[in-house]
């Protein structure tokens, strides 16, 4: 049942009004000035107030402001004996729902109560859906407690209440656009958009275009002005992946962009200004792209004022069961499955691979678990051939005394790894592992692998 508070200190009045609403099946508040009124606010979880203008102890247009400061999904309407267009205005400003005149305009009470209603109730909902954003898209929202990832974690924020441009590095699916979409939200441009691109996505031509925008004929196909990217992020934030796959005419644009904030659209002559600040991506090493003449010397410095490198997942182990749980719970709920659990064989042999994609890959193989499993508890059987083998060599007589994360476990595993590729082709295996066939066969022998 939704709940009005009415301020008014005509009793008789007020308890007409509140009889009025009662029988249209809303619980009423009753307050007799300001002072009563907000302490009846804290008290209540409240839908709308009806606030008389004149009031012993203030005046309902001021009070008007400081319900909204404290309860900004809190809805007002103020009644007053005599309407005035100053009083009606600053009501307004003061974030009011309507200003109406007692007895000429009692029957709009009803229906504009209704209307507050679902006003309140939609802005209750933008903001949580806004909480939820935040939350998902801010430091919290990145899963692990290792060492490297909180060491990652700790410079980024510190990084993201500056406006320095920043250089996310590492691998293929170590989670680089969320690090970004992290930093734009710790920052004073959260509110302003986060565009993102991945500068490999496209060709050279359409890149420009992209980044940059164009006018109506700069080539074949473009039939209308466009704006680029980096115009659509002007006072926001713009995350540049895959940015060492930039062409070196691209790169100059760019550092201009850098230095002086300005560019020149494709097929135009005049310069567009822009405020945007700058986060990069790579799983190149840049400084060997600069030795082979593939990337800009002077953008690298520029880009990586601030540099981040983001950990494998094969170097944070300890996180593996964390995201997968998580993973569990986002895919059960979006394929509708009861998966309550994961068993500790699956998390062992989780911990067994070595995940050259990273979290990217760990998150398929859990949708893909996820949609084959029957039950409620994740088995092994549901995870991929590659892994599922795994286990026919993790539980031998020298894995006890053989550590999961030792060198000669590393070896055994890559071993097994490129066995299984060639189909135990002992000759391949051998020519793909870089060593003599004797020495094959010695460490088969060593690590019993048959």
Not at 404 to 413: L, T
Request: aromatic content about 6%; charged content about 25%.
């Amino acid at each position: 049942m939704k709940k009005i508070l009415i301020i008014d200190d005509e009793e008789k009045l007020r308890g007409l009004i509140a009889r009025i609403i009662h029988l249209e099946g809303f619980e009423v508040v009753e307050a007799g000035d300001c002072k009563s009124g907000l302490k009846k606010l804290e008290q209540n979880n409240i839908d709308v107030v009806l606030c008389d203008v004149k009031l012993p102890d203030g005046n309902g247009v001021d009070l008007t402001a400081i319900i909204k400061d404290k309860n900004p999904s809190v809805e007002v309407i103020l009644l007053t004996a005599y309407g005035n267009i100053p009083d009606g205005v600053q009501a307004i400003k003061n974030g009011a729902f309507d200003y109406i005149v007692k007895g000429d305009d009692n029957n709009k009470i009803i229906p504009l109560l209704h209307r507050a209603i679902e006003k309140g109730t939609l802005t209750k909902r933008v903001s949580q859906l806004e909480a939820q954003l935040e939350t998902k898209f801010s430091f919290d929202g990145i899963i692990g407690n290792s060492k490297a990832l909180q060491q990652a974690i700790e410079l980024a924020k510190k990084v993201a209440v500056t406006d320095t441009t920043v250089l996310l590095t590492g691998e293929t699916g170590t989670g680089k656009e969320v690090f970004a979409q992290a930093i734009h939200q710790s920052s004073n441009r959260k509110n302003k958009h986060f565009v993102a691109i991945n500068c490999s996505a496209f060709s050279h031509d359409l890149l420009e275009s992209e980044m940059f925008g164009h006018t109506a004929g700069a080539f074949t196909g473009a039939t209308k002005d466009k704006k680029g990217l980096f115009e659509e992020a002007n006072n926001g934030t713009i995350f540049l992946d895959e940015v060492g796959e930039m062409a070196l005419d691209l790169q100059a644009k760019l550092l201009r962009v850098i230095e002086n904030g300005e560019f020149i659209k494709v097929g135009e002559s005049k310069v567009t200004k822009v405020d945007v600040r700058i986060i990069t991506a790579t799983n190149r090493d840049l400084t060997k792209e600069i030795e082979a003449g593939h990337f800009r010397q002077d953008l690298y410095y520029r880009l990586s004022v601030f540099q981040i490198k983001l950990p494998a997942l094969r170097e944070r182990v300890i996180d593996i069961e964390l995201l997968a749980k998580y993973f569990l719970n986002s895919f059960a709920l979006k394929t509708n499955k009861k998966i309550k659990s994961i068993s500790d064989e699956f998390i062992h042999l989780l911990k067994l691979h070595t995940w050259p994609g990273n979290i990217r890959e760990l998150k398929n193989v859990l949708e893909r678990s996820v949609i084959l499993e029957t039950g409620d508890v994740l088995l092994p059987d549901c995870l991929p051939f590659e892994i599922q083998q795994l286990k026919d060599f993790s539980n031998t007589d020298s894995d006890k005394t053989m550590s999961a994360f030792s060198m000669a476990s590393a070896e055994k595993i890559h071993i097994q790894k490129v066995l299984n590729y060639t189909n135990h082709n002992k000759t391949e295996t051998a020519r793909l592992l870089g060593i003599a066939l004797t020495t094959l066969y010695r460490k088969l022998e060593e690590y019993k692998i048959s």
